[in-house]
């Protein structure tokens, strides 16, 4: 969905969408803390914010501004299908969330112990892999199952993915630090910044 003449912006603690064509902003969202990091994908703005240290992330309509739903967490390696928000959590668990209410449909935790596995879409299929071990998803119920990734694509070798739904996201927005929220990495357990890497060979 490509918007020629729109731009996202946030100055303090706004949120506006700018009309390059007209010089108009065609919203604005206020929020109660500072904006520290947005990024865009399709229909949905997602926003970082924080106050004392605290670090929040909400949910927003592209085409309103309406906020949707807030988290009081960062989400890591965010895919969107079909109307379900998957993302990877700190504790290296899969959670599931309804798009539209941000209501929890599931929480599992992946078993991965030393490292944060990577997520992946690949044939319609969301695999966690490490170079040890790779896990299939069920996207209706959360279960794992151990496998192996497609043909000719190993899982020890690996160690970036741009994936299906990575590939057709149009933009990937960044916070003040330089981190992209939006990133084929773990959970962020390892470097204290938003995204840690799966750097060693554990599970």
Known sequence: ???????????????????????KKEWSTKFEKSIVGISRIEDFV???????????TTLVDYHTGEKKWSLKKILYNIHILEGTLLYLDTSKEIVSLSIETGEERFRVKTGFRWTSPKMTLLGGNVY???????????????????TQLPSKLNSKEITFIIDEFQM????????????????????????GGDFGGDAGGGE
Do not use: C
């Open 46 to 56: 997602f926003v970082s914010t924080t106050r004392w240290g605290k670090i929040y």
């Open 128 to 146: 966690l892999f490490s170079p040890k071990k790779t896990l299939l998803l069920n996207q209706k119920n959360g279960a794992l199952t151990e």
């Open 168 to 191: 057709n996201i149009n933009t990937l927005g960044s916070a003040d630090t330089g981190h992209y929220l939006m990133h084929d990495g773990g959970g962020g357990d390892a470097s």
């Open 1 to 23: 969905m490509k918007q020629q003449g729109m731009v996202i912006a946030s100055e303090k603690e706004e949120l506006f969408k700018y009309n390059t064509k007209d010089q």
